[in-house]
């Protein structure tokens, strides 16, 4: 089982209505959740982050999470073209003896459809 | 405030040879972690730099390594590449690391081709 998963898309969706992507992650001890943006040909940009069970908005994005599901996901609301991109889900696995590190899913390919 | 940057942008070598990537940091930023992004494997973690020190380390071999200079700018060599090592290198600054709540600024990443 990978780490962090991802659905790798590609998500098409009409421009307007809401985009939904979903990330589930194996380490139980994970405490915090990161959602990366990231266009073809550029480097990866973090557009939300969220530590504790519920839901997080910042303007048109809302991140939620469930750590009891291990499931964190990411919701677009009113979608535009430029929406357009893959969305990486990151999870900072917890501090272990120095073994800290940002785990990466393999993103998420989103098309939003004029 | 400059992003952080990463030289050179492209880079093509043959098998067996070795390639130096070179990444400066944010201003201020003392963390430095390098990531390899392929299309099948997706972003992953080679290793972080804090204070001239490994802190933390990524499953890839002893191929792979680095280092910290003190003015917090890092450097990742490959030694005896192969066609597997071509791929989207990026770098990523922070203030202190991985620990606690701290975004991570990626720079524009070097694509290395290994032919």
């Known amino acids: 089982q990978k780490e962090v998963e991802q659905n790798s898309g590609p998500l098409s969706v009409p421009e307007g209505a809401i985009a939904s992507l979903n990330c589930t992650y194996s380490?139980?001890?994970?405490?915090?959740f990161f959602w990366y943006r990231q266009y073809s040909g550029k480097s990866p940009e973090l557009i939300m982050s969220i530590y504790s069970n519920g839901d997080k908005e910042d303007g048109r994005f809302t991140a939620q999470l469930n750590k009891a599901s291990q499931y964190v996901s990411l919701l677009i609301r009113d979608s535009q073209p430029s929406d357009s991109a893959t969305y990486l889900c990151a999870v900072n696995s917890p501090p272990n003896f120095g073994n800290e590190k940002l785990t990466f899913g393999t993103g998420t390919r989103l098309t939003i459809i004029p | 405030k400059a992003g952080v940057t990463q030289t050179p942008r492209y880079l093509i070598k043959t098998r067996g040879q070795q390639v130096t990537l070179s990444c400066s940091p944010i201003s201020g930023h003392r963390s430095v972690s390098w990531y390899q992004q392929t299309p099948g494997q997706g972003l992953q973690f080679l290793f972080e730099y804090f204070s001239e020190t490994q802190r933390n380390k990524g499953n890839f071999p002893g191929r792979f390594s680095g280092r910290q200079f003190s003015n917090s700018r890092s450097e990742m060599n490959v030694s005896t590449l192969e066609l597997g090592d071509s791929a989207l290198y990026l770098c990523?600054?922070?203030?202190?690391?991985?620990?606690?709540?701290?975004?991570?600024?990626f720079g524009p990443g070097t694509r290395l081709l290994v032919l």
């Open positions: 380490d139980r001890g994970s405490q915090s």
């Open positions: 990523a600054s922070s203030p202190t690391g991985l620990a606690g709540e701290e975004t991570q600024y």
